[in-house]
Protein backbone atom coordinates (compact mmCIF):
# COMPACT_ATOMS: atom_id res chain seq x y z
CA UNK A 1 0.00 0.00 0.00
CA UNK A 2 2.76 2.38 -0.18
CA UNK A 3 1.84 3.02 -3.74
CA UNK A 4 -1.05 5.69 -1.94
CA UNK A 5 -0.15 8.82 -3.83
CA UNK A 6 -3.10 10.93 -2.28
CA UNK A 7 -2.73 13.93 0.57
CA UNK A 8 -2.83 11.53 4.03
CA UNK A 9 -4.12 13.52 6.81
CA UNK A 10 -1.89 14.34 10.05
CA UNK A 11 -2.73 13.20 12.83
CA UNK A 12 -1.88 15.44 15.94
CA UNK A 13 -2.54 15.69 19.47
CA UNK A 14 -5.99 16.68 19.03
CA UNK A 15 -7.03 14.40 16.10
CA UNK A 16 -5.08 11.29 17.25
CA UNK A 17 -7.96 9.50 19.00
CA UNK A 18 -9.93 9.43 15.78
CA UNK A 19 -7.69 7.90 13.26
CA UNK A 20 -6.84 5.43 16.35
CA UNK A 21 -10.38 4.37 16.10
CA UNK A 22 -10.43 4.38 12.64
CA UNK A 23 -7.81 1.91 12.34
CA UNK A 24 -9.67 -0.20 14.92
CA UNK A 25 -12.44 0.13 12.60
CA UNK A 26 -14.75 1.39 15.37
CA UNK A 27 -15.31 5.27 14.91
CA UNK A 28 -15.66 7.76 17.87
CA UNK A 29 -16.11 11.00 18.21
CA UNK A 30 -15.79 13.83 20.38
CA UNK A 31 -18.85 14.68 22.62
CA UNK A 32 -19.17 17.83 25.02
CA UNK A 33 -19.65 16.58 28.71
CA UNK A 34 -21.11 19.80 29.34
CA UNK A 35 -23.67 20.62 26.56
CA UNK A 36 -24.03 16.38 25.33
CA UNK A 37 -22.97 17.62 22.18
CA UNK A 38 -21.39 15.09 19.69
CA UNK A 39 -18.47 17.38 17.44
CA UNK A 40 -16.50 17.09 14.18
CA UNK A 41 -13.91 17.86 13.52
CA UNK A 42 -11.72 16.69 16.28
CA UNK A 43 -11.26 19.93 18.77
CA UNK A 44 -9.33 21.47 21.76
CA UNK A 45 -13.16 22.84 22.98
CA UNK A 46 -16.75 22.43 22.41
CA UNK A 47 -18.32 24.76 19.40
CA UNK A 48 -21.27 25.26 21.03
CA UNK A 49 -20.54 25.96 24.95
CA UNK A 50 -16.78 26.23 24.78
CA UNK A 51 -16.27 23.40 27.18
CA UNK A 52 -13.05 21.79 27.22
CA UNK A 53 -14.74 18.54 28.60
CA UNK A 54 -14.72 16.83 25.79
CA UNK A 55 -14.67 12.57 25.70
CA UNK A 56 -14.48 10.24 22.59
CA UNK A 57 -17.25 8.31 22.19
CA UNK A 58 -17.88 5.20 19.93
CA UNK A 59 -20.69 6.10 17.40
CA UNK A 60 -22.86 3.82 15.03
CA UNK A 61 -21.33 5.16 12.15
CA UNK A 62 -25.30 5.01 10.38
CA UNK A 63 -26.29 8.57 8.88
CA UNK A 64 -27.55 10.30 5.87
CA UNK A 65 -26.35 12.74 3.02
CA UNK A 66 -26.54 16.16 4.48
CA UNK A 67 -25.37 17.69 1.20
CA UNK A 68 -23.33 16.28 -1.64
CA UNK A 69 -21.58 16.95 -5.41
CA UNK A 70 -20.75 15.07 -8.09
CA UNK A 71 -17.04 15.37 -9.02
CA UNK A 72 -16.87 14.96 -13.12
CA UNK A 73 -13.30 16.89 -13.34
CA UNK A 74 -10.60 17.82 -11.17
CA UNK A 75 -7.03 19.23 -11.87
CA UNK A 76 -5.76 17.30 -9.20
CA UNK A 77 -3.90 14.78 -11.11
CA UNK A 78 -4.09 12.51 -8.20
CA UNK A 79 -8.10 12.37 -8.35
CA UNK A 80 -8.33 12.12 -11.87
CA UNK A 81 -8.69 8.67 -11.88
CA UNK A 82 -11.42 8.68 -9.82
CA UNK A 83 -13.52 11.28 -11.91
CA UNK A 84 -16.30 11.24 -11.25
CA UNK A 85 -17.05 10.43 -7.51
CA UNK A 86 -19.48 11.92 -4.81
CA UNK A 87 -18.02 14.40 -2.12
CA UNK A 88 -20.59 14.34 0.25
CA UNK A 89 -21.12 16.35 4.40
CA UNK A 90 -23.21 12.97 5.49
CA UNK A 91 -25.00 13.64 9.17
CA UNK A 92 -24.55 11.12 11.33
CA UNK A 93 -27.19 9.88 13.79
CA UNK A 94 -25.37 11.72 16.58
CA UNK A 95 -25.87 15.07 15.05
CA UNK A 96 -22.41 15.63 13.53
CA UNK A 97 -21.20 15.93 10.27
CA UNK A 98 -18.47 14.67 8.44
CA UNK A 99 -16.82 15.62 4.77
CA UNK A 100 -16.56 12.29 2.79
CA UNK A 101 -17.01 10.31 0.04
CA UNK A 102 -19.63 7.96 -1.13
CA UNK A 103 -18.73 4.87 -2.69
CA UNK A 104 -20.35 1.65 -3.86
CA UNK A 105 -23.21 3.54 -5.75
CA UNK A 106 -23.22 5.36 -9.37
CA UNK A 107 -21.87 9.12 -9.22
CA UNK A 108 -25.03 10.01 -10.86
CA UNK A 109 -27.70 12.31 -9.69
CA UNK A 110 -30.52 9.41 -9.85
CA UNK A 111 -28.25 7.55 -7.55
CA UNK A 112 -26.94 9.47 -4.90
CA UNK A 113 -29.35 11.63 -3.28
CA UNK A 114 -29.39 14.12 0.43
CA UNK A 115 -31.11 12.72 2.86
CA UNK A 116 -29.84 9.09 1.47
CA UNK A 117 -29.07 6.54 4.57
CA UNK A 118 -25.45 5.86 4.84
CA UNK A 119 -23.26 4.31 6.76
CA UNK A 120 -19.31 4.25 7.35
CA UNK A 121 -16.99 1.70 5.34
CA UNK A 122 -13.42 1.95 6.52
CA UNK A 123 -10.52 2.28 3.63
CA UNK A 124 -7.24 1.61 4.90
CA UNK A 125 -5.05 3.19 2.58
CA UNK A 126 -1.69 3.21 4.40
CA UNK A 127 -0.61 0.85 6.66
CA UNK A 128 -0.82 4.02 9.68
CA UNK A 129 -4.18 5.61 7.67
CA UNK A 130 -7.66 4.66 7.62
CA UNK A 131 -10.49 7.17 6.00
CA UNK A 132 -13.53 6.66 6.94
CA UNK A 133 -15.85 6.97 3.74
CA UNK A 134 -19.44 6.25 3.65
CA UNK A 135 -22.05 3.74 1.32
CA UNK A 136 -25.97 3.66 0.78
CA UNK A 137 -27.40 1.26 3.21
CA UNK A 138 -28.93 -1.94 1.44
CA UNK A 139 -32.18 -2.10 1.70
ZN1 LIG B 1 -20.55 21.97 24.79
Redesign the pocket.
Known sequence: MTDYTKPLPKSDPVTAPFWDSLRRKAVEVQC?E??N?FLFYPRAH?P????RALTWKPVSGRGTIYTMTIVEKTGNRNFKQDCPYVVALVELEEGCRMMSNIIDVTPAPQDVRIGMPVEIVYDAVTDDVTLPKFRPVAG
Open positions: CDCQCACGS
